[in-house]
């Protein structure tokens, strides 16, 4: 059975910093093309935050670009390292795993708020 098993979302103030982790398991980690993270605001859709690919390119949403890093330390696991976080930071985040089966596998979400 897949997971995806999502950490460290939480309250921070303004200019903080969180990083997420996320780590996979039931996957045949080498059918993994790339691992992503979303997040969603509510009333809005779901949108692209970060992307690492299996060698290791990474994109990046303009809103973030500089102040977010996407990481893979393992085959399994994936961080996203947020810094100088801005009120519409404010979402749930979710990690994706995109596979060559093809299939994607999402985890159940990780609130972070940005709040004084």
């Known amino acids: 059975q897949v997971q995806l098993v999502e950490s460290g979302g939480g309250l921070v103030q303004p200019g903080g910093s969180l990083r997420l982790s996320c780590a996979a398991s039931?996957?045949?980690?080498?059918?993994?093309?790339?691992m992503n993270w979303y997040r969603q605001a509510p009333g809005k859709q779901r949108d692209l935050v970060a992307s690492?690919?299996?060698?290791?390119?990474t994109s990046y949403a303009d809103s973030v670009k500089g102040r977010f890093t996407i990481s893979r330390p393992n085959v399994n696991t994936v961080y996203l390292q947020m810094n100088s976080l801005k009120l519409e930071d404010t979402a749930v985040y979710y990690c994706?795993?995109?596979?060559?089966?093809?299939?994607?596998?999402w985890g159940q979400g990780t609130q972070v708020t940005v709040s004084s």
């Open positions: 039931g996957i045949i980690f080498s059918r993994i093309y790339a």
């Open positions: 690492i690919a299996i060698a290791g390119r």
């Open positions: 994706q795993v995109r596979t060559t089966a093809p299939s994607d596998y």
